[in-house]
């Protein structure tokens, strides 16, 4: 268990860009994968991209190419890197840390994406 706090939300335009923090504290981060989750108004929560404690990396099919997960071990944060962002892309996204006897959410983060 432990903490994670989403930072680096906000309004942006259609193609534009912005990167989204998950601070961590309070558990052995690198030993944990790390997902990003969002939530769109009127839909399921989805799963955006995942790192793996090896640096392991997997997307979902609709933001591969403009997205990118990475995590930073000494900071104990790990980033999702969003470029041309599209109106399909406004959600609230969620941090997740996720393993054995071990899963901490973050409280999101609103993107909008509109102009």
């Known amino acids: 268990q432990g903490r994670l706090v989403e930072s680096g939300g906000g309004l942006v335009q259609p193609g534009g860009s912005l990167v989204l923090s998950c601070a961590a504290s309070g558990f052995t981060f690198n030993a944990y994968p790390v997902n990003w989750y969002r939530r769109a108004p009127g839909k399921q929560l989805e799963l955006v991209a995942s790192i793996s404690s090896d640096y392991f990396t997997n997307y979902l099919d609709s933001v591969k190419g403009r997205f990118t997960i990475s995590r930073d071990n000494n900071k104990k944060t790990a980033y999702l890197q969003m470029n041309s962002l599209t109106p399909e892309d406004t959600a609230v996204y969620y941090c997740?840390?996720?393993?054995?006897?071990?899963?901490?959410w973050g409280e999101g983060t609103q993107v909008t994406v509109s102009s």
């Open positions: 997740r840390s996720n393993g054995y006897r071990h899963d901490v």
